[in-house]
């Protein structure tokens, strides 16, 4: 055992030791059938209490004919702020093809709360830090994992770019993304942005190719703990158009972000979008140019040699697609690494969708130069409610080789596990 991990297994003693906060009834559910095997994959369970922070708990799992539990490091969250998503912990957990179909019981022990930025833990997964206006989040040793513009755009922009991911980093220190490539200045990295917005069935412009729309920054919250770090994003969409002195905020837009800890086999990235119209009539839509109905969550990869498309439904040879039905797709090449060369394997990067998205499959554009997006609701102009929240949920699964080496299809068959958790004892 190394020393740092020694550190962290007396640290966490010495916290549980000054907890009072503990949860006293388990869980029980069903390992899913097609769970996939020896694949250390999150597993996410409602909480039968709810913690008051986030924080980091340990989790006591037992499959059902295994003489013995086993103990796990998980972090907690909390409720989301739409009421649509419990309190819950998140815990890995590498199963074996026997474990399927089987009874599975947890049992929380005792919870610690986290503090912002509190990598210092030894046991935490990454170290997070805000330098306006950029969240940063990188390894212990400081190597980069990913950044978050946050705050307001540079100056002197041809458009005022934020709320995106750039740059994301592969497994082996390559950047995946692009941020204002030349070919398309408008693009940023991991960004969710649509091209028609209405009020009342008045255009508001465009924040796609941004035009009469901003994005103000919020508030923004982060946490590192043992199984991912957390970030919380608001942002408001504000419509102002050329020449007015002040704009009006129309959509409050709320961002949490999940990135895993590294494993073996990849980095898991979710993105949970909940938008919220500050208004009556409020509509987003994607662009209605040459029928192809692009706007919606965007990852925009960067320069690799031999680029692969390839989705649930199978490989993608076209150079351009629009309106294909997937519930992934996948792009991968060989990136430049750190050092300036060629990386001598592939890589890349599948965008999941999660099950409760709407009009799933849903279409998505496809493009080997650079962008896959999901292109909801398309052509389609889409209401947002102020009392009926918009949610559609992501992942992004970061792996080395093409989809099957990647293993993506198996990583999204934990994405889209149903372990039909209820309360109750072992």
């Known amino acids: 055992m190394s020393d740092r991990a020694r550190a962290g297994i007396s640290a966490w003693g010495s916290l549980l030791a000054a907890s009072s906060w503990a949860i006293a009834a388990g869980l029980t559910g069903i390992v899913p059938n097609d769970w996939p095997a020896e694949c250390a994959a999150p597993v996410v369970v409602p909480l039968p209490a709810r913690p008051p922070a986030p924080g980091r708990c340990m989790i006591e799992l037992k499959i059902a004919e295994q003489s013995e539990a086993t103990l796990l490091p998980a972090q907690t969250e909390p409720a989301d702020s739409a009421g649509r998503t419990p309190a819950r912990a998140w815990f890995f957990w590498s199963a074996k093809e026997s474990d399927r179909g089987k009874r599975a019981a947890v049992r929380f022990l005792p919870f610690v709360p986290l503090r912002p930025n509190s990598a210092d833990f030894p046991d935490s997964a990454y170290r997070s830090g805000h330098d306006d206006p950029m969240l940063h989040i990188t390894t212990a040793e400081n190597k980069p994992i990913l950044s978050y513009w946050h705050g307001p755009p540079s ?4 458009y005022p770019l934020n709320d995106f991911i750039h740059r994301l980093i592969g497994l082996d220190g390559e950047i995946l993304t692009a941020c204002s490539p030349a070919d398309h200045v408008h693009h940023r990295g991991v960004f969710w942005a649509w091209v028609r917005h209405e009020r009342r ?3 508001l412009g465009d924040w796609w190719a941004p035009r009469n729309i ?3 920054p919020g508030a923004l919250e ?3 703990g043992p199984v991912f770090t957390r970030f919380v994003a608001r942002h408001f969409w504000v419509h102002q158009p050329q020449g007015a002195e002040r704009g009006d905020r129309f959509v409050e837009e709320q961002v949490i972000c999940r990135v895993f800890k590294t494993t ?3 980095r898991a990235l979710d993105i949970d979008l909940t938008l919220t119209a500050l208004d009556d009539g409020v509509g987003i ?10 706007g919606g969550m965007t990852i925009r990869f960067g320069r690799a040699k031999g680029v692969k498309l390839e989705t649930d439904q199978g490989a993608v040879e076209e150079e351009t697609v629009n309106h294909l039905r997937a519930l992934w797709v996948d792009w991968s090449g060989r990136f430049v690494g750190p050092d300036g060369k060629d990386l001598p394997h592939r890589s890349g990067a599948a965008l999941l969708v999660n099950l409760a998205h709407p009009d799933l499959p849903p279409e998505w554009i496809t493009r080997k130069y650079g962008p ?3 292109s909801y609701p398309g052509l389609n102009m889409l209401e947002i409610g102020q009392n009926r929240p918009l949610q559609l949920r992501y992942r992004i699964w970061i792996h080395r080789g093409d989809a099957k080496g990647g293993k993506v299809n ?3 068959r934990a994405y889209a596990a149903d372990w039909k958790w209820t309360a109750g004892h072992r």
Do not use: P
């Open 214 to 216: 901003h994005a103000e």
């Open 285 to 294: 839509g994607g662009t209605l140019s040459q029928n192809k109905g692009y």
């Open 155 to 158: 100056s002197g922009q041809r």
């Open 264 to 266: 073996a086999d990849g």
């Open 201 to 203: 069935g008045q255009s």
């Open 372 to 374: 896959i997006n999901v």
């Open 222 to 224: 982060y946490h590192d």
């Open 410 to 412: 198996a990583y999204y």
